[in-house]
């Protein structure tokens, strides 16, 4: 279908931004006149233009806005956010024809662009490529219908299930390629958050950072019951905003907050709401064992990422386990094969 074809641009448009956009959702426009595209856009960066401004900047004859069809994979927002309402804009431009992918199921919109556009005498299709377009905000969709961030689990394991040797100090023992490394730093530039427990911190003393890929590094998030990780880590250098979980109470300081948290049964519900309260959308989990395995036994998570590598540790610290699984995508990167798991299809 001719139409079809629009959306689809505007998906692989809204694509561009999934490092970017967050904690916004990744939108694509698309102007057509005549079966001809005339303008096209994507959401770039929160708080910068939306999909449907710069698909209409870039339009060379303004005049031909009046006969044309925007198509947009999502819902036009109808509220002032950092940017006026796009709703605002098409009707002021006078566009007759809106085509729509999916509604937004942010609150402040969830319907209310569509019947703005509606009301204004416009004609308005929506449900274009729906399931496609709901995928493509899928992140959006559960910090904002969940109240939690969008929980991704990544690790790599060895031929025989083991993440690292058993060790007090030292360096961990090298699973990963320098080619899985840059991917799990692309990863990381994808994520607003990135999280570790006491003992990763401690024995690997990671920097958590994108030094290997281009991007903003996330915020880093670690669990410190005891308060008992030495400052001379890097999580504690300020270079990159530190979030603390602890029951301590212990006062921040600039780059470094410390939140009290309960370390009972709910203890990562409780961290997960103290992220969504601080518009954190997405959070990479590294490690270790012990904390990926709280996740998955509390069904807190959304997909992951498993590097399988062939190498035989025979003992050590054993990887964590996903029961039950029925789908995953396989694909070699280097020496290693990486299984991507989506939880949805395996619940």
């Known amino acids: 279908m001719e139409k079809e074809k629009y959306m689809w641009r505007c998906i692989q448009l809204a694509r561009n931004a999934f490092s970017t956009a967050a904690p916004n959702p990744m939108v694509g426009a698309v102007i057509v006149h005549n079966g001809q595209i005339i303008g096209e ?40 956010g950092k940017t006026p309402p ?9 566009i007759p024809r809106i085509v729509i992918g999916c509604q937004d199921p942010f609150c402040k919109v969830a319907g209310r662009g569509i019947q703005k556009l509606k009301d204004a005498g416009r004609e308005v ?38 993440i690292d040797r058993s060790r007090e100090g030292g360096k961990p023992y090298p699973l990963s390629s320098p080619l899985s490394s840059m991917a799990t ?3 990381r530039a994808e994520h607003k958050a990135i999280m570790v427990g006491t003992r990763t911190a401690l024995l690997d003393n990671p920097m958590l950072s994108v030094r290997n890929w281009s991007g903003e590094t996330p915020i880093r998030v670690v669990l410190d019951r005891r308060l008992s990780l030495p400052h001379t880590l890097h999580l504690f250098d300020g270079l990159t905003p530190t979030i603390v979980f602890t029951e301590k109470e ?10 009290h948290a309960d370390f009972g049964e709910n203890v990562l519900t409780d961290i997960m ?24 036994d509390s069904g807190l998570w959304d997909e992951a990422y498993v590097e399988k590598c062939p190498a035989i ?31 949805t299809k395996n619940r």
Request: contains cysteine; proline residues 5%; glycine residues 6%.
């Open 41 to 80: 856009g994507y959401h770039i960066r929160c708080g910068g233009p939306h999909a449907e401004v710069n698909a209409i900047r870039s339009v060379k004859e303004p005049a031909l806005l009046k006969e044309s069809t925007i198509y947009v994979s999502l819902e036009p927002c109808a509220h002032y």
């Open 250 to 259: 212990q006062e921040s300081t600039p780059n470094i907050s410390y939140i």
């Open 125 to 162: 299709t929506v449900g274009l490529l729906e399931e496609e377009c709901r995928k493509l905000i899928h992140r959006f969709t559960t910090f904002h219908t969940l109240h939690r961030p969008y929980i991704t689990l990544k690790w790599a394991e060895s031929a025989d299930g083991y």
């Open 185 to 187: 730093h692309k990863r």
């Open 86 to 94: 796009c709703a605002d804009l098409i009707i002021e431009k006078q």
């Open 273 to 296: 709401n103290a992220l969504y309260e601080r518009n954190i959308p997405t959070l990479l989990v590294e490690g270790g064992s012990r904390l990926l395995q709280s996740f998955i």
């Open 313 to 343: 540790l025979a003992s050590g610290v054993k990887a964590p386990r996903i029961d039950g699984i029925s789908h995953t995508c396989e694909k070699r990167l280097g020496r290693s094969f990486l299984h991507y798991i989506n939880s």
